[in-house]
T-cell receptor, first 112, second 114 residues
Framework: SQELEQSPQSLIVQEGKNLTINCTSS?????LYWYKQKYGEGLIFLMM?????EEKSHEKITAKLDEKKQQSSLHITASQPSHAGIYLC????????????FGTGTKLQVIP | DGGITQSPKYLFRKEGQNVTLSCEQN?????MYWYRQDPGQGLRLIYY???????QKGDIAEGYSVSREKKESFPLTVTSAQKNPTAFYLC?????????????FGSGTRLTVV
């Protein structure tokens, strides 16, 4: 089965600083989702990437899938307190896209 | 507005009791999913359903049961056979399977065994 490892597990940054979260897969990715979760709440969809080398941006968040499709990175520019939360990557575990495996999450705190 | 509604938000259960968590969506999505979230373990798939009257076990189905009698509804029953039911439960839906669709999640139910 597929495993997704996220790093770092937790991150504390000062407001205005840039940061990067990584998601590494044990197998070639058919696609990759990024979600954000506030503590005790549901997941909010951020982006999905499918092609090797693909990069997408939404406001100050940019996600990229590497050419080999085994790693994705999420980059936040000029972090704000509103960016705080848990970031999770997820991937369909086969070409059938029937199930999604999620990483363990990265907890981000932004200090004003 | 379309979305997924999970209820209740908090649920307390005595040991030995069955409890049912509700999940309703008005997105006209065919596929629905139940995940369990524990600290440090991410989300783990319990059950999923691709179509009405059909569902499949996920990675941790033991001690849980589901039904899919209506497209909009996918209730999860946590039975007394589930040894460690205290967790945060998330329901999700997608347009379908067989392609790369994004998931829409509910706001979750926190179950505590007392």
């Amino acid at each position: 089965s597929q495993e997704l490892e996220q790093s770092p597990q937790s991150l504390i940054v000062q407001e205005g600083k840039n940061l990067t979260i990584n998601c590494t897969s044990s197998k070639t990715l058919y696609g990759l989702y990024w979600y954000k979760q506030k503590y005790g709440e549901g997941l909010i969809f951020l982006m999905m990437l499918q092609k090797g080398g693909e990069e997408k941006s939404h406001e100050k968040i940019t996600a990229k899938l590497d050419e080999k499709k085994q790693q994705s990175s999420l980059h936040i520019t000029a972090s704000q307190p509103s960016h705080a939360g848990i970031y999770l990557c997820g991937a369909p575990d086969s070409g059938g896209y029937q199930k999604v495996t999620f990483g363990t999450g990265t907890k981000l705190q932004v200090i004003p | 507005d379309g979305g997924i509604t999970q209820s209740p938000k908090y649920l307390f259960r005595k040991e030995g009791q069955n409890v049912t968590l509700s999940c309703e969506q008005n997105l006209n999505h065919d596929a629905m999913y139940w995940y369990r979230q524990d600290p440090g373990q991410g989300l783990r798939l319990i059950y999923y359903s691709q179509i009405v009257n059909d569902f499949q076990k996920g990675d941790i189905a033991e001690g849980y049961s589901v039904s899919r009698e209506k497209k909009e509804s996918f209730p999860l029953t946590v039975t007394s056979a589930q040894k460690n039911p205290t967790a945060f439960y998330l329901c999700a839906s997608s347009i379908g399977t067989g392609a790369f669709y994004d998931y829409t999640f509910g706001s979750g139910t926190r179950l505590t065994v007392v």
